[in-house]
Every structure is written in C-alpha cells, then in structure tokens.
C-alpha cells in the first residue's frame, strides 16, 4: 500500500480519517456510442493537465467502442499516466474514456471538494505508486479507493473549494486574456508583414503581397547561421559553474526556463568563449522532435553556454532589425516548421535556411513594427506571470487547506 495519504494529526474537531471510497463510488455505467449521435465525449486529451479543467471535448459519433456514462458534478479523473494530473468536474452529461475514471461523491463528501483532491500531491503521489504497466501505467478503482485523507465537514468542504474555486476562476480569467492577445498578435503579425504601417500600395512577391518600397532579401544575406558546441556528460559540474543552455530550455512559444538546468565549469568561458550567449541572441532549433523551435535569449539567464542541437542567427550586415528579425523568423518560418513535419527536414540544411525569404521594410519601418508587436509580447508576459503566481497560490492553498494548516473560516454567500 501507498505511504502518500493526506491524514492530519492531530485531527481538527469535525474531521473524520476516512478511505476515498468513503467519500465517493466509482461510477459503472456503461454507455454503447450511436453512430449520429450527439453526447458529449471526454477523452484524456480533453483533459487539461495539472489543472481541474477542461480542454474541449469531442462527440460519441467520433469513439465506437464502449465508453462510462457520467453525470453533472462526477469527478473524471485520468487513471493512465496519473502523474499528468488529469482530473475535473463534470458541467454537463457526457461519456468518457474508459481510461478515464468517473468518482461521484457520496453524501459525506461535497463534489466541489472532491474534485480539489484529486488534484493534491498525496493522492497523486498515491495514484503514480498503485500504477501497473511500463509502457502506458494505470492505476485502478481498488487501488484508489484505498487512498486515506482526513475530511472536513461538509460546512468547511464548501468553505475549502470556494476558496480553491475563486483561484482557479481567476486562473482562467488570466488564460483567458492569454488567449485573447495571442490571436491579436497573430493577426497584428499578418496585417503588418503584408501591409506594413505607411498604407503604401502592394506588390505581388514569391512569399505574398507586401509593401512597394519593401525588399525581398534571404537570411544568408543578412545572417550568419553558427552551430552549438556538444558539450559531454563529463564536462557537468555539480556545484557552481556556468549554465548550459539547451533544447529543453526552450518551449513551443518561444520562452525561457532553466528549470532543469546543467553547468559547466568556469573555465570554459573562457575555453569555449565564441559559445557564450549574448542579450538578444535568436536561436533555432534544427533537430530532434523540438525541431522548429525558436527564442530570443533573455538578460536574465547570462552568462550562459550555448549547446548543441540549434543554430544562432547572428545579423552581419546594416539595414536589419534584429528584434524585427526574431518576429520575422516566428511567423514565416517555425509555423511552417511546426505544421509540416516532410517539409520540415528539408529546412535543416544550412544552405535551405540561409535561402528563407525576409520581407524588409526600411530599417525606421523594421523599428516601429518590431515595437508594436513587442508592446503586445509585453502583455502577455505580464499575464503569464500573474497567471504563474495564482498557480502557484492555488498549489500552495490546495494543499494548506486540504492538510488544514489553513482554516477555512470565511463565510459562504
């Protein structure tokens, strides 16, 4: 059995120390999908991951074989890969996968709070102990159901996932906005590569209409493309140093994090100086499943080495922005890379890159493009940080309300 388990000691007056199956039965309905049919289908990828949410969901026309039939309030939670935290409560009736467990509370449990516990480190920690199978590891109802928690009276269970739920709204509220200015800025992108800011009549080029007075130049015109250096497993330093920036730094929207972070000694700043990164450093990555990837490094991380596996575009000539440059390599090359994998490979070779068509604007024009696009780059980070913050109150508060090291002692309108 599990060591993980969310039992208080001493127990708060009120509380009882129970087994997840005290708090909620499995739900076994089995549902028969109809061809034509209409009900809603939630599959593992209409799961978000981490959060208690939903990404979509899909149609019964679209699954043929036998699904769980659930209600409004169940819990879904993700039995495959438990360590995704894949789990949310249910707003509609619909069917799921059967790699998909539906819990709906018993009377001693309110849903709204059984669908926060899922979401608490000991019961995952719990449900990735139980799994079976290397390849695709599962855990199971029996072994679930095991899971031991203290729980709070209904009263204070109501008072925990109002708490949890208004994070959570303002969570959403956030991504929200995310997503608002994303699709702004990819159509402010399309609207200024093609027309650019001086209402100046179109020309008919290889890569669409743009501007007259602009120029149809190649990255090898304007760039030298440089390699990585493949720094080895022994050259890791555990203590000190300084860190290796590489692939698994970069994420598909173009973002930073040392997370999981190597370093290397010292000396080879100086040993390995042409690898040093500098502010402003736009690097692609050209191999491997991330191929397509693409940043622009930031202060914040230097002094850092730059690994193997991506190239630096570097500007070698006047008459090129190099923040107009990043933006333009975003959307006319990796949405390409990212959509067509065949065609991808072909983009690989050195030569082909430096052959990528850039629509130049004069350099004043390059400036204010760049800046408009990098106020909007602006707002979205200041939302992604305040979005990061709530998720990290919501982790915090998850799990101070469920060990009760916070008491829920506010009143519920």
């Known amino acids: 059995m599990s060591d993980s388990n969310l039992l208080i000691e ?7 120390n129970r087994q997840f199956g005290d708090a909620c039965d499995r739900v076994k309905d089995s549902y028969q999908p109809v061809g034509g049919g209409d009900t809603p ?4 990828e209409h799961l978000a991951q981490g959060f208690p949410s939903f990404v979509g969901r899909g149609n019964e026309s679209e699954v043929k074989s036998s699904k ?3 209600k409004i309030g169940d819990i879904l939670f993700g039995k495959l890969r438990p360590y995704l935290r894949k789990g949310a409560q249910a707003d509609f009736d619909g069917v799921c996968s059967t790699d998909i467990l539906a819990f709906r509370a018993k009377a001693t449990c309110e849903s709204d709070f059984l669908k926060f516990v899922i979401h608490s480190d000991e019961f995952v920690a719990h449900a990735k102990s139980t799994t079976s199978g290397v390849q695709h590891p599962r855990t199971s109802w029996p072994s679930l159901r095991e899971f031991r928690l203290s729980l709070p009276p ?5 008072k925990i996932a109002h708490i949890l739920s208004t994070v959570q709204r303002a969570i959403e509220a956030q991504e929200r906005i995310i997503q608002t200015t994303t699709e702004l800025k990819k159509a402010l992108m399309h609207k200024l590569f093609t027309e650019g800011l001086l209402h100046e009549p179109q020309k ?3 890569i669409g209409p743009v501007p007259e007075s602009w120029e149809i130049k190649t990255v090898g015109d304007y760039c030298d493309i440089l390699n990585g250096y493949a720094f080895k497993s022994e050259d890791y330093v555990t203590t000190g140093g300084i860190p290796n920036f590489r692939v698994v730094n970069i994420s598909w929207d173009g973002t930073v994090s040392m997370d999981d972070c190597k370093f290397l000694p010292e000396s080879f700043s100086v040993s390995h100086e042409k690898y040093l990164l500098n502010e402003g450093d736009i690097l692609f990555v050209m191999v491997g499943a991330t191929r397509g990837k693409l940043t622009q490094i930031p202060a914040s991380i230097l002094p850092a080495l730059m690994n193997q596996n991506m190239w630096r575009i570097v500007p070698n000539r006047a008459g090129i922005d190099r923040d107009y440059l990043f933006h ?3 959307r006319s090359v990796v949405g390409l890379l990212q959509d067509d994998d065949d065609q991808a490979r072909g983009f690989f070779k050195k030569s082909d890159f430096r052959d990528i068509p850039l629509a130049l604007p004069p350099l004043e024009e390059q400036i204010e493009i760049r ?14 940080a305040k979005a990061a913050q709530l998720k990290d109150l919501f982790r915090t508060f998850l799990h101070e309300l469920m060990t009760a090291k916070i008491r829920a002692d506010i009143e519920i309108s």
């Open 328 to 330: 333009h390599l975003r």
């Open 41 to 44: 289908y939630v599959g593992l």
């Open 371 to 384: 800046t408009a696009l990098g106020t909007l780059e602006m707002k979205l980070a200041v939302h992604a």
């Open 204 to 206: 008919q080029t290889e």
């Open 68 to 70: 769980t039939a659930f």
């Open 154 to 158: 209904l009263i204070e269970q109501k």
């Open 10 to 16: 001493p127990l708060p007056p009120g509380w009882k």
